[in-house]
């Protein structure tokens, strides 16, 4: 089928392999790309999706192998030879200047920008012809996360690509402006650009995708047509084994544990957002699933119960006492913990080791020290606990945190917090990023910890993930928090609308 | 073509051996800038590094000078590298050292003639306290108004210039000195003379000092709770706060270390080596310090060798002045250049170099 494929094939790939120090990224990965066609590159964390765009890109070189794009050998040295060859990428994470307007972003992204009337008319142009809508005067700091991937879209689309790159795209969108997003593929394919599809959503790549490439362990394990094989096929084939499904006995809720009484938090970041008036209360076994598009206070909701901001108004109440002016370490004494969602950064420091990362939030409830002098031994076993207990996949506890996938850090982040017994537990995008099964391992160990009777609180921008596993469903929509609703037989239509405010948002 | 790539993780082998290469790099160039100012580069190389440890005539007079020249500089580096590892720039340490020597030489002044054997701590104490006060200018500007600490720093540097030649020509002039600028000589009042311990080594209580310091910041750095917290600000400040860190106390602990320390070197430099207050006595110590600081990874060891080949430096230049007649500004371009190396070299650590035959 392939050698047929690879006749009229828009980019064909040959052998491309790709070693790291320590790790084969892509070890003889060859497959092919029709024009018009939407081609889905599906496989775990570390399978080596994103060094295989790379290289397509040219942000990476290839150790051997070939590439021809229309028959011609195609050997990008940079990314701005990449698209001068026809090939665009929208990145997963935006690069885009918030103090600036929509116009000037793309302008600085474009390697000849036109001039500034003419590039607003293109944009307004493109926008129309693709059902992107977009108004290229404002700034960039003010749009919503599935508005900036339009920035990102459009940009790409003023090239005039032959073959755009798309690199979780979903992750932040509400499932209307996956809908939009979804049409403006349509029509881009329609019109002769292939697109290459990278997801973890198996539901949307059985929707939108004609052609699927499966990747494991940097090797390529299977073709097939996602249109004739179910979710659980497709991640079967990606996973190698089973999956995971997580189970719960449905128990009844006990007292409330964590209380938030109408809190207001002003945040202290250029383009954060307040929180304004949000009320919940969590009760011990319970959890509670928490929806909303990226940047309507999810950062703040988690910082307001951790400790690191000050509220401006309104109580915190652990079991009824007041815990709005302890700091975030007297919170963990009290075995309330959290997990922010930027890994890199803020739950974990990048060039510390897995140790140094473990006394980060352990300090306090392992007692990792004693008279302020640290107990590396205990440290370190406590690390090793959580690498074991977790399934994190690094040679030993004194690998630094960077060198680790996206989801293992993730695994190490979760059951750093899960191992030290937490009676409230918040986590922000707790698999963002993650593979299937360990996805499915996290959520369990989240379920696992409120059967055990901890309040549990999941933001997520995963609906699904969230249905799953919530008691009660509620959503952040700009800084406010819709009253939650039993998670039991709501539809995700229900869910977008308290996801937007209860209002429909209109159609483009 | 070359290539830089992108290490997975920063090179621990390549963190160490920088210095060492960023030394090797320096006299290298630095061979060749004596060759091209007419001088014999191995022979110059050689008077600066080897002549003053084993030279007959002069290794006796220069090997005491080594431990009175490093002292200074590895206690001022010690505090600054607490805050360079914070991502606290304190660069004012010179300002810090010199209002730590007014501050002990005057305490100490103020009892002469008296012979107490308490004076001496007390001096120790109101020199911390003098660079600690100076630090906490910039500390407490940062933190209540969010002012650049760097900026601030080094310019009270200026101010404690001017403070020196004020008090040298009023204040603390001695008064049997007929009128020339310049405080009592403190080797004239045993009670406050900051002596040699051991005669004839250049061991001072400031070297004491100094290597008590590299135990403390080792100690703190590796095995303490506030060290961990010093280092995760550096890496990583949000991840500081959610750990629990309050920054604001934070920037004033390593602010007010590195100005303690800083104070007390002033003190037993003035107390000790240079025997008095007077209008240039400082000599650089406190700027020379953050070269020490990189040139030692940060790292108290490293700083502890850094220290020492940098006080080598120092006495070398000055015998190669004696010997060869090189300029003394060809021993500071030497030092500026062991930065510049150092700070070039360490691209090494967070990228590997990779030579590859395909050309773009």
């Known amino acids: ?508 | 073509m070359i290539r830089l790539e992108k290490r997975p993780s920063p090179s621990r082998v390549w963190a160490a051996m920088t210095p060492v290469l960023a030394v090797v790099a320096t006299m290298i160039a630095g061979g060749f800038l004596f060759w091209m100012l007419g001088k014999d580069p191995l022979e110059s190389i050689r008077t600066i590094f080897w002549d003053p440890l084993f030279h007959e005539t002069f290794g006796p007079y220069s090997r005491p000078q080594l431990l009175v020249k490093a002292a200074p500089l590895i206690l001022i580096a010690i505090g600054l590298s607490l805050g360079f590892r914070a991502g606290v720039w304190n660069i004012g340490a010179e300002g810090q050292y010199i209002m730590g020597a007014i501050c002990g030489a005057g305490v100490g002044l103020a009892f002469f003639p008296a012979d107490n054997p308490l004076i001496f701590p007390t001096m120790i104490l109101a020199g911390a306290l003098g660079g600690w006060a100076w630090a906490m200018i910039p500390g407490f500007l940062k933190v209540r108004f969010g002012t650049n600490e760097i900026l601030v720093s080094l310019m009270l540097v200026y101010v404690a210039e001017a403070l020196l030649a004020s008090v040298s020509q009023g204040l603390l002039q001695n008064p049997d000195g007929m009128g020339f600028p310049g405080s009592r000589n403190f080797r004239d009042f045993p009670a406050a003379h900051n002596a040699e311990i051991f005669t004839n080594t250049g061991m001072h209580w400031g070297v004491v000092f100094a290597f008590v310091a590299v135990i403390f910041a080792y100690v703190l750095l590796t095995r303490h709770m506030l060290g961990f917290h010093v280092r995760l600000t550096g890496e990583a400040p949000r991840a500081a706060r959610f750990a629990g860190v309050n920054p604001t106390r934070l920037v004033l602990f390593c602010l007010g270390t590195s100005g303690a320390l800083a104070g007390m070197a002033g003190m037993f430099e003035v107390s000790g080596p240079a025997g008095q207050i007077s209008i240039d006595f400082n000599s650089g110590y406190g700027f020379t310090a953050i070269i020490v600081a990189f040139l030692g990874r940060l790292h108290p060891i490293g700083i502890l060798l850094a220290g020492l080949l940098m006080a080598l430096t120092y006495i070398g230049g000055e015998l190669a002045q004696l010997m060869l007649g090189l300029p003394a500004a060809a021993i500071q371009m030497f030092q500026g250049m062991l930065m510049f190396f150092l700070l070039a070299m360490d691209m090494l650590t967070n990228y590997r170099i990779r030579f590859s035959m395909k050309t773009a």
């Open chain 1, 1 to 508: 089928m392939e050698e047929i494929r690879a006749q009229d094939a828009l980019l064909t790939l040959e052998g491309l392999t790709k070693a790291y120090p320590g790790v084969v990224a892509n070890d003889d990965v060859s497959f092919s790309i029709l024009p018009g066609e939407v081609h889905a590159l599906l496989g775990e964390n570390g399978a080596g999706k994103s060094t295989l765009v790379k290289m397509i890109y040219g942000l990476v070189k290839p150790d051997q192998g070939e590439m021809r794009l229309k028959g011609e050998v195609f050997e990008p040295y940079n990314p701005a030879a990449a698209r001068a060859a026809g090939v665009a990428m929208v990145f997963q994470h935006f690069s885009l200047f918030d103090a600036l307007t929509v116009a000037e972003n793309i302008a600085l992204g474009m390697d000849n920008p036109p001039k500034p009337r003419e590039l607003t008319s293109q944009i307004r142009q493109v926008s129309e012809a693709y059902g992107l809508p977009l108004d290229p005067k404002r700034t960039v700091g003010d749009l919503s996360a599935g508005e900036r991937q339009r920035v990102e879209i459009i940009r790409c689309l003023l090239q005039d690509p032959k073959l755009l790159i798309m690199d979780e795209p979903t992750s932040v969108l509400t499932p209307h402006e996956v809908e939009i997003l979804f049409e403006t593929l349509r029509k881009l394919t329609a019109e002769g650009t292939a697109i290459l599809y990278i997801s973890h959503k198996l539901e949307e790549i059985r929707a939108l995708c004609e052609h699927a490439t499966i990747l494991r362990l940097g090797k390529v394990v299977d073709t097939c047509d996602p249109r004739e094989k179910s979710a659980r096929e497709l991640a079967e084939m990606m996973v190698g084994t089973s999956l995971h499904v997580p189970e719960r006995d449905p128990s009844e809720p006990g007292d409330v544990v964590i209380e938030m009484d109408h809190v207001s938090l002003h945040s202290h970041t250029a383009f954060g957002t307040d929180l304004k008036d949000v009320s919940l209360a969590v009760r011990a076994g319970e959890v509670v699933g928490i929806g909303g598009v990226a940047g309507n206070g999810q950062d703040e909701f988690l910082s307001a119960l951790s400790g690191e901001a000050w509220l401006s108004s309104g109580e915190v109440r652990l079991k009824g006492t007041c815990i709005a002016n302890l700091r975030p370490n007297q919170r963990r004494a009290l075995a309330v913990l959290s997990a922010p969602e930027e890994r890199l950064g803020h739950s974990a420091a990048p060039d510390m080791s897995l140790t140094e990362n473990a006394l980060l939030t352990a300090a306090v409830r392992q007692r990792l020290t004693k008279r302020g002098f640290l107990r590396w031994g205990k440290t370190e076993s406590f690390a090793k606990d959580v690498i074991k207990e977790f399934d994190v996949r690094t040679p030993g506890p004194d690998n630094a945190a960077r060198s680790l996938s996206g989801g293992n850090l993730q695994k190490f982040v979760i059951g750093r917090e899960v191992l030290q017994k937490p009676e409230v537990l918040v986590v922000n995008q707790p698999t963002w990023g993650v593979d299937a099964s360990a996805a499915a391992a996290i959520r369990q160990s989240l379920l696992d910890l409120a059967a055990d009777g901890a309040a549990v609180i999941v933001i997520s921008q995963d609906l699904d993930e969230l249905l799953e596993i919530a008691d009660r469903f509620t959503a952040l929509y700009e800084g406010k928090l819709a009253d939650p609703v039993p998670t039991k037989g709501l539809t995700v239509e229900t869910i977008g609308l308290m996801m937007g405010g209860g209002e429909e948002e209109t159609a483009a």
